[in-house]
């Protein structure tokens, strides 16, 4: 007899489908009653049929009993521990599940190797709603490892030395050479993008405007008809409004009777704050001048 949760895989399933206590799996007799009958497994066990196309390649193999315990599996309960009796089937894929069973699948685990990436250690899970592997239906998708500790336990080949050879490296993204052409590529593009972009900023941030002051002004100043002096007459029409300064400009507004508005470069000018003055037109402006 199995204990609770015991694994019964398929290879077996042929020469246990009928023992000398019945059938493999736990049923309900013809009056349904709760009453567990004597079976090769109990209630609560968790049976596991591998290789499934080979026990149920298709629904006439199903007999009564069968399709008793697949429709009624999760009633059977175990005495001690309350824990109900479920089924895990394993195959290559869903069409070739009977479609009495295939209607009763909770959920679908598809499990694919990432051989396409190079990845012969690692492998990913799709979870599936019900039977229908469909975009729709999919649940969640997590990559994993194998862990040498458990999958050495399984052994799929015929002899102690067999392993897998590949026949067609293509199926290997990686192995395309203008892959890593794109990938090269890509990455030149990505590098040059951020060196312009840190010669730009630095730029930008090394561009300063200078405070005005007098030793600068007299450098700066391409001849000295802009210096103001003492015999040019004071502007009847301009006056100082003030200045615009910022990390990029700094200008001096000037401003008329009129209401009009005139922005000149600060290294016309002299001084600071109210003695701000400069020559324009041949003229003093200054914060006092104009009509």
């Not at 999760?74 to 001690?80: G, Y």
């Not at 009796?85 to 679908?108: A, F, H, M, W």
Request: aromatic share 14%; proline share 3%; net charge neutral.
């Amino acid at each position: 007899m199995c204990s609770p949760f015991n694994f019964v895989l398929g290879c077996w399933f042929h020469n246990l489908h009928i023992c000398g206590h019945g059938f493999i799996f736990p049923f309900y007799s013809d009056d349904e009653s709760s009453e567990q009958k004597a079976a090769f497994c109990e209630y609560g066990d968790l049976i596991c049929l591998d290789e499934l196309w080979s026990i149920w390649p298709s629904d006439s193999k199903l007999s009564e009993a069968h399709k008793r315990f697949i429709s009624m599996h999760r009633h059977m309960t175990h005495a001690v521990s309350g824990i109900s009796c479920d089924l895990v089937i394993i195959n290559q894929g869903v069409d070739g599940v009977p479609r009495y069973l295939k209607e009763r699948i909770e959920s679908t685990y598809r499990m694919t190797k990432l051989k396409s990436l190079g990845l012969s250690k690692s492998y990913r899970v799709d979870v599936f709603s019900g039977a229908k592997t469909f975009k729709n239906n999919k649940v969640s998708t997590r990559n994993y490892q194998y862990k040498k500790a458990v999958f050495e336990l399984y052994k799929s080949y015929e002899t102690t030395n067999g392993m897998e050879a590949t026949t067609d490296s293509r199926q290997n993204v990686f192995s395309s050479a203008f892959l890593w052409v794109k990938i090269v590529f890509l990455l030149f593009i990505v590098l040059a993008s951020i060196y312009s972009i840190r010669t730009v900023w630095v730029d930008i941030r090394g561009e300063s405007v200078p405070e005005p002051n007098h030793t600068e002004l007299e450098i700066v100043r391409p001849s000295s008809e802009n210096f103001a002096k003492p015999d040019a007459p004071y502007s009847k029409r301009w006056r100082i409004a003030g200045e615009l300064k910022s990390d990029y400009v700094s200008k001096v507004v000037l401003i008329d009777g009129n209401g009009r508005f005139r922005t000149l470069p600060t290294n016309q000018f002299d001084g600071e704050g109210f003695t701000l003055n400069g020559i324009i037109d041949g003229e003093i402006v200054t914060y006092f001048t104009g009509g």
